[in-house]
Nanobody
Framework: QVHLVESGGGSVQAGGSLRLSCAAS????????MGWFRQAPGKERERVAGLNTRGGVAFYADSVKGRFTISQDNAKNTVYLQMNSLKPEDTAMYYC???????????????WGQGTQVTVSS
C-alpha cells in the first residue's frame, strides 16, 4: 500500500505561481511512476505531468509545457509540481498518483492522493 498526501494548493491570480507537494509513504520501493493529474468540474481527468522516477524522464501535457515542472526529492519521498504563469483554465482539483509499471503511461497509476484545489482568477 502507498499513501499519498498532496499540499500546496490555493487561490492565485493569473500569472502567479504555486508549488504542489506530494508526500509518499508506505511501500514506495517500486514507485517507478509518479504523476500529477487534474480534474475540473464537468471535465475528464487529465494527466498534466508524469515522472519516471528511476530514469528521470518527464512527461508534460501540451497545455502546461513550459509552465509546469515536475521534480522529486528522493530523500523525502516527495514529488513536486511547480506551476508558473498560471491561467484561469488551470483551475481544477489536482491529484498526485503513483504506480509501479515499467512504462509510465496515463493508466500506469494505482494509488491516488485526496487532491488539492487550485483556483486561478483572472
Amino acid at each position: 500500500q502507498v499513501h499519498l498526501v498532496e499540499s500546496g494548493g490555493g487561490s492565485v491570480q493569473a500569472g502567479g505561481s504555486l508549488r504542489l507537494s506530494c508526500a509518499a509513504s508506505g511501500d514506495t520501493y517500486n514507485n517507478n511512476c509518479m504523476g500529477w493529474f487534474r480534474q475540473a468540474p464537468g471535465k475528464e481527468r487529465e494527466r498534466v505531468a508524469g515522472l519516471n522516477t528511476r530514469g528521470g524522464v518527464a512527461f508534460y501535457a501540451d497545455s502546461v509545457k513550459g509552465r509546469f515542472t515536475i521534480s522529486q526529492d528522493n530523500a523525502k519521498n516527495t514529488v513536486y509540481l511547480q506551476m508558473n504563469s498560471l491561467k484561469p483554465e488551470d483551475t481544477a482539483m489536482y491529484y498526485c498518483a503513483e504506480g509501479d509499471r515499467f512504462y509510465c503511461t496515463a493508466t500506469a497509476y494505482d494509488y491516488w492522493g485526496q487532491g488539492t484545489q487550485v483556483t486561478v482568477s483572472s
